[in-house]
């Protein structure tokens, strides 16, 4: 049944005129990334999100932490997290497919709240990311929700509520501590969670570690421990990440130049965004951009 479902969903897709990269749906909190070659390593952030492969399959990179997935397989992450993601199954004649449905931190919570206490908390995690087998009863709420993009006047009665019974049936299969966590630890998830929502809507502002620690009601040394256990990096390390993120996507994107996009990101010295983009994303930014021009591939996953 599951690979019935697979099927039905591929359908769905390859019905949609997609582009190379990431693609908008009718529905809000859907998306489907297309590639038609395997890629090299590349460095993203990703928000909370399910990612549902349909076809191919790829290897995400949390720090030391490999996620491995493919349409068996789902990656789940529950903060906006540094990643580096590598498609390793692809072609033109069957491209790498794969739908990501966004969720808000709030809605998680929500979920954690109304559906956890009846869950056995055998074991727990403090990382936001987790794989596991995609269960016949998710997927089947998986599809309900992308076919919306057909009957797009059903888009704002029904998404929330599949939306709702995506997250019920993530937490009530595969032990699912990557969502428990939000029960647990006296809040310390939520806390974090709530921090990085506020870091990248003031990412361009001077933000002190002394600051976001009062802001998660924590002292400096804990905030330091819990957001490191949760993203893998440190809280700094994070706001350089998002904002060379951000850099990028004003270069390749909105055709912005080095020095523009490196001021537009918070940078005083675009010298220092160059040295500091190289390291991260191991090539020079005008190289990127000349890069990105000659291959006319969305390389943003």
Known sequence: MTADLLTQLKALLVAEDLNE??????????????????????????????????????????????????????????????????????SPETPFLSLQIVFSVPKILEAVKEYSFQIEHKNHTDLAMGSNDITEE???????????????EDISALEDLYLKEILYRLLHSNDNYVLLQYAYSGGAAYQISKTISYINEHLFEDLSVDELAEYANMGVSTFHKHFK????V????????????HARKFMLLNKMNVTTASFQAGYQSASQFSRDYSAYFGINPREDVKHYADNQVAEIL
């Open 21 to 90: 990269g990431l693609n908008q749906t009718a529905v809000p909190s859907v998306r489907v990334f297309k590639s038609s070659t395997i890629t090299k390593p590349l460095q993203s952030v990703y928000e909370p999100a399910l990612f549902v492969i349909v076809q191919g399959a790829k290897n995400v990179y949390l720090d030391q932490y490999l996620f491995e997935y493919c349409p068996q397989k789902y990656l789940l992450s529950t903060a906006f997290l540094p990643v580096t993601g590598q498609i390793t199954e692809a």
């Open 229 to 232: 256990n949760m993203t893998q």
């Open 234 to 245: 440190s809280p700094l390390r994070y706001i350089k990440i998002q904002r060379l993120q």
């Open 138 to 152: 998710l997927l089947e709420v998986v599809v309900r929700l992308a076919k919306l993009q057909q009957k797009t």
